[in-house]
Every structure is written in structure tokens, then in C-alpha cells.
């Protein structure tokens, strides 16, 4: 049997195969280009503080975040914002609203990330919460939401749960990784 007739025999095979690592390598895109942690805060007298402010962007008309917090530090240097007691609010497509609430946050408008630091609070406004042991991080170009092990409780009494996760702002598409577990109505 020469290759012609080894790949006809095969095709289903060789083409589940490659599916499958185009499936791993969109997967490990998204993880990897979704966020990282932010540099902590350098020291208080190269930074200027703004009290009770906001910083929003929109797409189109339609406001895609809206960031509000008591205090916003902006180092000049490296024009990264420092957050105390930031507040979230991030619109998906759909309207469907997530707020995060948390007791420090990070943006780095170079590299399009919001790193909102633990605790942290995140429901939508269909009663869906997220919790998570570490930081969460938002990516202002795929609009993506990612962080470390991940408790999700769907108001249709599902959750989720795993390692890790990338989900949109209304947590309906969601990518667990890592001891991932979904349950239904417990």
C-alpha cells in the first residue's frame, strides 16, 4: 500500500487529529494571551493620586468597562493605575452586566490588562457569582475574563469548577481547566 492509499484509508483519523491540535493551540492561545499579573505598586512618592475617580472605554457608543474606586494612583513613569477599592463593571455583547468589587486593582493600558487583586466579589446581574482563591484579570482587547481556581455558580443552579478559567463578562462561555467539574442542581 503506497501513502495516496494509507492517508485515503486514514483521513478520519488524521483529520480528528489535527482538529484536535488546533483545538489545544487555540486553547493555550487564549490562557496565555488573556492576562498575567501586573507589577505591585512602587513606592507612594513617584505616584499621583486622584480621590473618588473613574476610567471607562467604550466601543462605539455602547460602554464596554466602567472603573471606579476611592483612590487612583497613577505611576508617570510607566503610566500604570493603582486602585484602592476598585469597582468593576464590565458589559458583554448581550448587556449582561458583571461587577467586580475588590479591595486593590491594577491597569496597565500598555499591555490592555485590569488585574483586580483578592478578595474580590463578581455576580452579574442575572445572579451569577464567580469566585476565585486568586487574582482576576480582564483583557481589554479579546474582552476575555481569566484567573486561577475558580468556583462559578450559575443562577440556572449550575456550577462550575477547576484549576483555571477564561470566560466573557455575562460567565457564559466558559473554559475550565484542571479538575475541572460541572454539577447540575445540587
Same mark, same amino acid.
Given at each position: ?38 507589577? =505591585? ?12 475617580? %473613574? *476610567?471607562? +472605554? #467604550? &466601543? $462605539?457608543?455602547? !460602554? ?10 497613577? =505611576? ?12 468593576? %463593571? *464590565?458589559? +458583554? #455583547? &448581550? $448587556?449582561?452586566? !458583571? ?88
Amino acid at each position: 500500500m503506497n501513502l495516496k492509499q494509507t492517508l485515503i484509508k486514514h483521513k478520519i483519523t488524521i483529520l480528528v487529529v489535527v482538529v484536535l491540535a488546533l483545538f489545544a493551540f487555540l486553547l493555550y492561545w487564549f490562557m496565555h494571551t488573556a492576562g498575567g499579573p501586573v507589577k =505591585d505598586m512602587p513606592p507612594s512618592s513617584d505616584l499621583v493620586e486622584f480621590h473618588g475617580s %473613574e *476610567i471607562e +472605554e #467604550k &466601543d $462605539g457608543d455602547r !460602554l464596554s468597562w466602567r472603573l471606579t474606586a476611592d483612590k487612583i494612583l497613577v =505611576d508617570p513613569k510607566t503610566e500604570i493605575m493603582y486602585f484602592i477599592k476598585p469597582k468593576a %463593571e *464590565i458589559w +458583554e #455583547k &448581550d $448587556g449582561t452586566l !458583571l461587577t467586580i468589587t475588590s479591595d486593590k486593582g491594577v491597569v496597565d493600558r500598555k499591555k490592555k490588562i485590569i488585574e483586580l487583586k483578592q478578595p474580590l466579589q463578581a455576580e452579574t446581574d442575572k445572579g451569577d457569582t464567580l469566585q476565585t482563591e486568586g487574582s482576576v484579570y480582564y483583557n481589554m482587547d479579546t474582552r476575555l475574563i481569566n484567573g486561577g481556581k475558580v468556583l462559578l455558580n450559575r443562577h440556572d443552579q449550575t456550577t462550575l469548577s477547576g484549576d483555571s478559567f477564561v470566560t466573557d463578562a455575562a460567565l457564559e462561555h466558559v473554559t475550565v481547566q484542571g479538575h475541572a467539574k460541572v454539577t447540575k442542581g445540587e
